[in-house]
């Protein structure tokens, strides 16, 4: 059930006509988690078990704000600083001034009793549960794309009439075929790739480059074409994600 779930989803995102399918797949993944995150899961012991050990990235963290349930973020919050205090607390309790001698300056850094506090606060800097569930599903629609390009032809046709993909997402889904695909199959499928990325790329240029010279006076009556978003879309191209996104917020 969940196989077919996940292929729904991959489908979707390619016939969405976006600069890049795995950018849509990336953005849903995300809003869909910090939905579940601030939803009523937020009261559930055992999600908050493991965000009170994982925590959140700073770029999450402002997302979560954004989204607008305080009292969610509050409840969180609370949580996760009981765990942060009392385990930062344990860290700087075992320090004790040690004095200069020849041989400290030989110490390993797991040796420096000073460096508990420090080493913990990068630990916790590692990992974040939005970053983490996103991921474990993403990978899932990676593979389910390559078993879809390997059992039929219509994944090859979704691809033939996309915009093909950003390059953050083009290279990782390059990395992930010469990994998992038969030799038969990626003959098919990398040309392929290549002929969108290059045809796409050639476009986006266009786009860029007359975006800049509908600035200039004697192009004031010009017709935009296809340029108007040209800014936005070759930042996705380029980078990924939708910098012209609006926050996502709570309905």
């Not at 910090?34 to 559930?44: A, H, K």
């Not at 002929?195 to 786009?207: F, G, H, V, Y």
């Amino acid at each position: 059930m969940k196989e077919k779930l996940y292929t729904i989803d991959v489908n979707d995102a390619w016939k969405a006509g976006d600069e890049c399918p795995f950018c849509y797949l990336e953005r849903k993944l995300e809003q869909d988690t910090l939905s579940f995150v601030l939803g009523s899961s937020y009261m559930e012991s055992d999600i908050r078990e493991q965000t009170d050990k994982t925590g959140f990235c700073r770029v999450h963290t402002k997302k979560m704000y954004d989204y607008g349930n305080s009292l969610g973020n509050a409840w969180i919050l609370k949580t996760r600083m009981q765990y942060l205090n009392q385990n930062l607390k344990d860290r700087m309790k075992s320090y004790t001034p040690e004095k200069k001698s020849f041989f400290s300056k030989f110490k390993k850094a797991e040796e420096i009793v000073s460096l508990e506090p420090v080493r913990f606060i990068q630990e916790q800097e590692s990992h974040c549960y939005v970053c983490e569930r996103m991921d474990a599903t993403y990978q899932r629609y990676l593979d389910t794309f390559l078993y879809m390009v390997k059992q039929d032809g219509e994944m090859m046709e979704h691809i033939r009439g996309s915009k093909g993909l950003c390059l953050h997402h083009f290279a990782e889904v390059l990395e992930k075929a010469e990994e998992k695909l038969d030799a038969s199959v990626k003959e098919k499928l990398i040309p392929l790739l290549y002929e969108k990325m290059a045809e796409n790329l050639d476009r986006i240029q266009e786009d860029i480059d007359w975006f800049i010279e509908k600035y200039d006076y004697r192009n004031a009556d010009a017709d935009w074409k296809n340029s108007k978003d040209a800014v936005p879309r070759t930042m996705q191209k380029i980078v990924g994600g939708y910098p012209a996104d609006p926050v996502f917020k709570k309905d």
